[in-house]
Nanobody, 126 residues
Framework: QVQLAESGGGLVQAGGSLRLSCAAS????????MGWFRQAPGKEREFVAH?????????FYTDSVKGRFTISRDNAKNTVYLQMNSLKPEDTAVYYC??????????????????WGQGTQVTVSS
């Protein structure tokens, strides 16, 4: 059983930056794909980015955040990060950290991920 705890959310003006962190415990961190999802009010939870590290490091982003967000992980600290730059009001959402055990294909559908954090609010003002 993996436990995830996010931190680093807050209120920021458009164009600003935030760095989210997610600390994991209870599993072999390096064997999990780690992801970030977000959910805005009235909308479904959507994929933001994921990172794997069992055969080199590989990342994948949804189109709307490419070039602005960077996902990274520190396996020694069991932590995954999401650096968010050039934030826009439409990035406002609750951001969730998620984990799924090593698999040949990482599905970006939220229902395919096994473990979730409690979420952290990110609000971008215009």
């Amino acid at each position: 059983q993996v436990q995830l705890a996010e931190s680093g959310g807050g209120l920021v003006q458009a164009g600003g930056s935030l760095r989210l962190s997610c600390a994991a415990s209870g599993g072999t961190f390096s064997s999990y794909a780690m992801g970030w999802f977000r959910q805005a009010p009235g909308k479904e939870r959507e994929f933001v980015a994921h990172i794997i590290s069992w055969s080199g490091t590989s990342t994948f982003y949804t189109d709307s955040v490419k070039g602005r967000f960077t996902i990274s992980r520190d396996n020694a600290k069991n932590t995954v990060y999401l650096q968010m730059n050039s934030l826009k009001p439409e990035d406002t959402a609750v951001y969730y950290c998620a984990a799924v055990h090593r698999t040949a294909y990482i599905n970006t559908a939220a229902k395919k991920w096994d473990y979730w954090g409690q979420g952290t609010q990110v609000t971008v003002s215009s």
